[in-house]
């Protein structure tokens, strides 16, 4: 065996022990936030760097426009008013840009219902949702996941900040590398791939904050000897460009995942 499969072995062994540690911790959480498909495909794009509280005010607007259940509807919406409506996610000009390409994506592939727009090959998706303006991959990968129920693994700012801390992985690689390491590492469940991502982004925001709460965090008894290791921080640098993930909810201080 050559040391790069020993390692990946361990690897997933590792990946497979935290994931039961998080599980036992937090229990079923239920997500993603949203009532439906279409609400999940929004969220995504409006979550784009900004605190989940501005995104559930963006969606509260959306819902009382009566807007939010219909995409031919959102879509309809004159561009100023679109803005308006989505103004407390920050970033709304773009966005709202991004939002109405990912719209007329599901409308032109699923006459405006997302699921059946998401039906398919999900690699083939993929392609497809890369292409649509401001869909990136983690934006892909959680519309994927969460709207469309495939078996693609979100790797987001706290699943670079944990593996990096725990020497597991090296928080600089390129997004597939890490979530191709996830998904070689867990059996193909979506919903074990849905229940994961989740835990990760709460055990994140409760604990593997800037400065970490080790201290009874459910990985704590999995942390190197020495403690948790210095992220490079080019890591955390890159974890800020537009488009890109970022610890969601501690710009606002925002100390909960988005659950329901
Ligand atoms: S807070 Fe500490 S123990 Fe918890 S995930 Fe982060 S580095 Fe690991």
Known sequence: MTTDRRRSRSTASLLREAHRRLRRRYGPLGWWPAETPLEVCVGAVLTQNTSWAGVVRALGNLRAAGVLGDARAMLALPAPRLERLIRPSGYFRIKAKRLRALLQWIVDRGGGDPVAALRGDPASLRGDLLRVHGVGRETADSILLYAGGHPVFVV?????????????ADPRADYDALRALFEASLPRDPALWNHFHAEIVVAGKERCRPRPRCEGCPLEPMLPRGGPRTLPTASAAGARRFGSSRPRGEAAGQARPPSR
């Open 156 to 168: 987001d700012a706290y699943t670079r900040r944990i593996l990096g801390r725990h020497g597991w």
